[in-house]
């Protein structure tokens, strides 16, 4: 029931950012056009980076908890850990080596057209404020059920 919740409250977090849009109106989407396109065209990267760095942290301390089990003597599958740990090392360096090549690849491809049809397409601002909408109901409904069956 707990994953339902945290479900629920990712639903409704992830509506508020739909209708934002919508609820700032096109004067101040407009003033903050340049910070939004950067912010857009930024946050893959960051995101990603947070991963890599989660990522990291996991594997130092699943190294860690098999280092002590295999003192203890039980058999530990260090190939599997070694494998895994190299995956996620080389993708993390993929990234950090062509993090300004995908930055501007985003800000050219998806980033400023992103912003500008938000700004300048009141449809489009309708259809997200409509998306928020049914995602904060869907959040609202698993938070529900959540609470009812706790």
């Not at 991963?51 to 301390?61: E, F, K, S």
């Not at 980033?111 to 928020?132: D, H, M, Q, T």
């Not at 529900?144 to 706790?150: D, G, M, T, V």
Request: net charge positive; with cysteine.
């Amino acid at each position: 029931m707990k994953w339902i919740n945290l479900i629920g409250l990712c639903l409704q977090f992830l509506s508020f950012w739909l209708a934002a849009p919508e609820l700032l109106g096109e004067l101040t989407l407009d003033r903050l056009k340049t910070g939004l396109i950067k912010f857009v065209s930024v946050f893959p990267i960051y995101l990603f980076a947070f991963l890599g760095a989660g990522l990291g942290l996991v594997m130092g301390i699943m190294g860690t908890l098999k280092g002590i089990n295999a003192k203890d003597g039980e058999p530990v599958d260090f190939i599997g850990y070694a494998i895994t740990l190299g995956v996620v090392m080389l993708l993390y360096f993929v990234l950090l080596f062509f993090r300004i090549r995908i930055e501007k690849a985003i800000h050219k491809h998806f980033g400023a057209p992103f912003i500008e049809s938000i700004i300048k397409n009141e449809a489009f601002r309708k259809k997200l404020l409509l998306a928020a909408a049914i995602l904060f109901t869907l959040g609202f409904i698993c938070q529900l059920i959540a609470a009812i069956a706790s």
